[in-house]
Structures are given as structure tokens and as C-alpha cells.
């Protein structure tokens, strides 16, 4: 079964940033939507960011709009979110996604999402 695996959590302050990886293990997901959600303690998984195949699409939830950057690196078949300006409100584990053969299209839906991810941890202290 292939799996993804994130990378980069950690706890900062207000205001710090961090970069968030994630790396497939036994295929390759560069012909794939892929997407970063987000799950806080006693909340539904929230879209954070989608990204098409290509990386000329993306798509940003709003409040992460212009904080966050979804950015991938297909010949080392990594997609990564940077994180900026974190907010009290940012704390959750993130997970990255992924949608097999969607090329073009953007996925905001967790159930759009065929590969996920164990998480990785986002603490923010103010």
C-alpha cells in the first residue's frame, strides 16, 4: 500500500514559521492532485491547500490565504507547505493528501483524497 509521509511539525511561537514535507513511499504521486488538510482536537479535517500535478493551480483556504505556500518538487517527488505567520489558530496535525490521475484538478473534500498521510504535529505557542 503506498503511503505518503509528512515531515516538519514542530511548536513555535506566534508569528514563526515552519515548512511542512511530504514524501511518498512506494509510488510515485507526480500525476496527482495533492492536498495538506488540517485536524484540530475536537474538530472535523479542514482543506488547507491543494495543488494540481503541475503546480500551476492551487488553491488556499482562506484563512490560510497568503500565510501559507503549497508548493511541490516532482523530480524529487515532495510536495511541501511553508508555513508563515502562525496564529494561535494554526495548532493541528496536518496531513498531506493525495488524488491519483486528477491532473488539472483542485480537490478540497477529504473524501476527494484516495492517499493520506499519518500527520505530522503544529503547536503554536503565544
Known amino acids: 500500500q503506498p503511503q505518503l509521509v509528512e515531515s516538519g511539525g514542530g511548536s513555535v511561537q506566534a508569528g514563526g514559521s515552519l515548512r511542512l514535507s511530504c514524501a511518498p513511499s512506494?509510488?510515485?504521486?507526480?500525476?496527482?492532485?495533492m492536498g495538506w488538510f488540517r485536524q484540530a482536537p475536537g474538530k472535523e479535517r479542514e482543506f488547507v491547500a491543494s495543488?494540481?500535478?503541475?503546480?500551476?493551480?492551487?488553491y488556499y483556504a482562506d484563512s490560510v490565504k497568503g500565510r501559507f505556500t503549497i508548493s511541490r518538487d516532482n523530480a524529487n517527488n515532495t510536495v511541501y507547505l511553508q508555513m508563515n505567520s502562525l496564529k494561535p489558530e494554526d495548532p493541528a496535525v496536518y496531513y498531506c493528501?493525495?488524488?491519483?490521475?486528477?491532473?488539472?484538478?483542485?480537490?478540497?473534500?477529504?473524501?476527494?483524497?484516495?492517499?493520506w498521510g499519518q500527520g505530522t504535529q503544529v503547536a503554536v505557542s503565544s
Open positions: 512506494g509510488r510515485s504521486f507526480s500525476a496527482s492532485t
Open positions: 493528501a493525495a488524488r491519483p490521475g486528477a491532473y488539472y484538478r483542485i480537490y478540497v473534500h477529504p473524501e476527494d483524497y484516495s492517499y
Open positions: 495543488m494540481n500535478w503541475s503546480g500551476v493551480s492551487t
